[in-house]
């Protein structure tokens, strides 16, 4: 049996933009933009994931907004399970970090149309959904929830 194994993603929104970054050479999405995301680390929370891999990608620190969504990953990737929130940009500027990624931008709608290189197909459908308005996000923060208000999206 494979292993299981939990992505972590993040949909980062900059005002009427989108972060996406763009996988290095190495990577096996080498040269494709994709959302910052990465695999869950022993003993992490999976919205502090988020982050994390928010931070080392691009340079930029967000906030978790909500979850948007769980997807199992298809069979090239048996077990595999990614979550995906959408975030807040709260400070730093949008730099690759020259390991996983070589490039890092906000992209507007308009942008994103015009760009010629390859974007990840589920990324670029996540982001699609998010600019049209086509997404429910589950927001946490709420006090009656006995395991906490802050790390529930229920």
């Given at each position: 049996m494979?292993?299981?194994?939990?992505?972590?993603?993040?949909i980062v929104k900059k005002e009427s933009r989108v972060l996406l970054v763009r996988q290095a050479a190495g990577h096996s999405l080498a040269g494709q933009w994709t959302i910052p995301w990465g695999r869950l680390e022993r003993g992490e929370s999976a919205a502090a994931a988020a982050l994390r891999e928010v931070m080392e990608e691009s340079g930029v620190v967000a906030k978790v907004e909500g979850l948007l969504g769980v997807q199992e990953?298809?069979?090239?990737?048996?077990?595999?399970?990614?979550?995906?929130?959408?975030?807040?940009?709260?400070?730093?500027?949008a730099v690759p970090d020259g390991r996983e990624?070589?490039?890092?931008?906000?992209?507007s709608e308009e942008e994103l149309d015009s760009l010629v290189e390859p974007i990840e197909p589920w990324?670029?459908?996540?982001?699609?959904?998010?600019?049209?308005?086509?997404?429910?996000?589950?927001?946490?923060?709420?006090?009656?929830?006995?395991?906490?208000?802050?790390?529930?999206?229920?």
């Open positions: 494979p292993e299981t194994v939990v992505c972590i993603g993040a990953l298809p069979s090239r990737w048996q077990g595999w399970l990614a979550i995906v929130y959408q975030c807040q940009h709260v400070s730093g500027e990624t070589d490039a890092a931008r906000y992209f990324s670029e459908w996540l982001v699609r959904r998010v600019f049209s308005g086509n997404v429910t996000i589950t927001r946490g923060g709420d006090p009656s929830n006995p395991f906490g208000a802050s790390v529930g999206f229920v």
